[in-house]
């Protein structure tokens, strides 16, 4: 009985992977706003256990869900952003970020205005969905929006069922501040704004008018009572003054926009270039300025006291230190709405106002605390260059973020984390007082927190400088490329520790067309027809690794599974690896490119949809992770498998699997 049971099990299995999957099923409707506005509504039905991602995915996740639709050359006016259902947010391990999904139903609403007599209207969707055990490719689908007198009025009685999924059940994707991540976030925006605020406190444009502006509301105030008052409605308009600032961000732009462009090559050139005029400026090269016109103005208008007096003395302040808040501020308001919250803006302003006018306010009420001021000075300027290198840096993150996005290898590990050794070496150098900058002043000793400081900053530029061989950085994770976007995984030493770990090769060298997959040295091929021949070559069974850029299952595996001694040596030594990755979105060269034979009247125009296609046809499965073992005659040496967490499972089926290999 025991045996039946078995046998029916495993033939369930291997019914099971060998299986085109279609989980998500899509359906359209419209809804008539207006004579000439429409929404819209997508909506997808997902099987039991499956799982939609979000349109809003964090950079290096799983693939999101994208609409694109038809303008109808111009006759179709898209307003506004895709706003989806709130889902389900987990942080996930193998990502390490939080991702957002949907569970059996997410709906899709896109308002549009139709100028011409447009009868229905053209979209396509992209998407990924998963499971517990495996990942499909991106797939797209074509979507028709059908325009007509049948589609449902504004002003068209509608069920108290519907009522509730229109008011209910969808909200904007990029306004979902209330759940815990999103929280995290923008305490975390608060905070370093706040840091900043300060930081901007200690700068040669702010810190002297403390005690100008409050020595000016001491002869304002007739009483200390009048004092502390005046004092919390000038710290209070300061706060507004910056508040306005997030808020103007935030109608103008939309965190919605913002998060897109914060992956897009020119949002990110742009900004790279507006930090170094930034840095430069505050190395000393230029001064940014507003017109003295706007300053002088806002001056005549302070004189007038009262209440609107208060609030144009602060609009001064403003004004008169934007030479110096303005590349902080500037920096600030990009970080904070390319988070994708709505409110980023604002809160970061918040948290940064409030530095600023604290100090302010409590110095104009109580004026006797401004004798325990440190004199202004030289250190001032050291601040604000200090500020400068710190702003050189984040430079070459945005730099950074547009080469991963066109895949150019410009700016790979390396050279970033070259240029981080320079800019901040060189920082340490200039507090050491061996560079000079233009508006420093003569410098006869050091102090000891400036001597501090530079000890700090030398101690953090030797501690980069082992990533050049790499090391990990784990302080800096964040902020250089991955470590597999390099000239090598494995450092400048790369040419001498792969060769001992490539099995059979000609002078132990790494063969054309393969590479060594980080962090298990495993030799692995990405293109078929060269991974093959390899294997015939050095008279090797091939394992084919059906995987995914952002296959969270797949990952799993490696991390967890593929690094077991037991299963390493196997993949390193006794089969000829070969990776194929399903949602590549390089595109094939024009001779590589062949019409569909799933999809009839369909081009396979990227690397990603040749191997996708190859899976499906070839092994009757669309999911991945997929593993199959063959000889050289391309047939399977056993029936493949797909998502095994079990280490010991996997190791005997890739054992079962050698054993039948005959060369």
């Known amino acids: 009985m025991k045996k039946i049971f078995l046998l029916c099990t495993l033939l369930f299995v291997s019914l099971g992977q060998a299986q085109i999957f279609n989980p998500v099923e899509w359906s359209t409707s419209v809804e008539k706003l207006s004579d000439s506005e429409y929404k819209l509504i997508s909506t997808a039905t997902i099987e ?43 942080d996930d391990p193998v990502f390490e970020m939080e991702i957002t999904y949907f569970e059996n139903t997410a709906t899709f609403e896109q308002k549009v205005e139709v100028s011409g007599n447009e009868t229905s209207i053209e979209a396509m969707v992209e998407f990924m969905v998963c499971d517990d055990a495996r990942c499909l490719p991106p797939t797209e689908v074509d979507l028709v ?109 939309g965190a919605d926009a913002l998060n897109a462009l914060s992956t897009n090559v020119w949002f990110n050139i742009i900004f790279f270039l507006l930090l170094l005029v930034f840095a430069a400026s505050f190395l000393g090269a230029f001064e940014i300025m507003l017109p003295n016109s706007w300053a002088n103005k806002v001056d005549s208008q302070a004189d007038r006291g009262g209440l609107i007096g208060i609030f144009f003395m602060a609009l001064a302040l403003a004004i008169v230190s934007f030479s110096c808040t303005g590349p902080i501020v500037g920096t600030l308001l990009v970080q904070a709405a390319a988070g994708g919250s709505q409110i980023g803006p604002i809160v970061g302003m918040l948290g940064f106002s409030m530095a600023i006018a604290l100090p302010f306010a409590i110095f104009a009420a109580f004026p ?87 000890l700090v900053v030398l101690s953090f530029t030797i501690y980069m400088i082992p990533g050049l061989w790499g090391a990990p950085l784990n302080l800096i994770s964040a902020f250089p490329p991955p470590q597999h976007y390099s000239e090598s995984p494995y450092g400048v030493g790369y040419t001498q520790l792969a060769s001992s770990h490539v099995p059979g090769g000609q002078h132990n060298e790494v063969p054309e067309g393969a590479h060594l997959m980080p962090p298990h040295n495993i030799l692995a091929f990405n293109d078929y027809d060269k991974g093959l021949a390899y ?9 084919i690794d059906f995987t995914g850029h952002a296959c969270v ?37 024009d001779a590589e490119i062949v019409d569909s034979k799933l999809k009839p009247g369909k081009k396979l125009k990227y690397i990603g949809q040749k191997w996708s296609e190859l899976q499906t046809i070839k092994y009757k499965t669309n999911s991945q992770p997929f593993y199959v073992l063959m000889d050289h005659n391309e047939e399977n040496l056993l029936d493949p498998v797909a998502y095994t967490p079990d280490a010991d499972a996997y190791y005997n089926w890739l054992k079962e699997g050698i054993s039948k290999f005959e060369k």
């Open 553 to 589: 299952n797949c990952r799993k595996m490696e991390q967890n599974v593929w690094i077991k001694p037991k299963v390493l040596d196997i993949l390193k030594n006794d089969v000829i690896l070969i990776s194929l990755y399903v949602d590549d979105k390089r595109k094939l060269k």
């Open 368 to 454: 006797g605390w401004l004798n325990s001021l440190p004199k202004s000075g030289g250190w001032l300027n050291t601040v604000k260059v200090v500020l400068g290198f710190l702003e050189l840096a984040l430079a070459f993150k945005f730099l950074s973020n547009a080469d991963l996005v066109l895949q150019l290898h410009w700016l790979e590990r390396e050279v970033f984390i070259a240029i981080w050794i320079a800019i901040f070496g060189a920082l340490a150098f200039y507090l050491f007082g061996k560079i000079q900058l233009p508006h420093d002043s003569p410098l006869t000793h050091i102090s000891v927190g400036r001597l501090s400081l530079g």
């Open 535 to 543: 294997a015939k070559q050095v008279g090797k069974p091939v394992m």
């Open 145 to 253: 929006f059908t325009l007509s007198e049948k589609a449902a009025s504004i002003s068209e009685p509608i069920t108290e069922e519907e009522a509730h999924t229109n008011t209910s059940t969808l909200k904007n994707h990029t306004n979902s501040s209330t759940n815990k991540s999103k929280e995290q976030g923008l305490w975390g925006i608060f905070f370093i704004a706040f840091f900043s605020g300060f930081a901007a406190l200690l700068t040669p444009c702010v810190f002297p008018m403390i005690p100008m502006t409050v020595s000016f509301f001491t002869k304002q105030s007739k009483t200390k009572a009048a004092g502390i008052k005046n004092a919390v409605i000038y710290g209070f308009s300061i706060i507004v003054i910056y508040v306005i600032l997030g808020i103007l961000v935030s109608l103008i732009f």
């Open 48 to 90: 039991k256990g499956w799982h939609l991602y979000s349109q809003d995915v964090p950079e290096n996740g799983p693939i999101p869900t994208t609409f694109t639709y038809d303008d109808g050359a111009g006759a179709i006016k898209i307003k506004g952003n895709t706003i989806e259902n709130e889902g389900h947010t987990v």
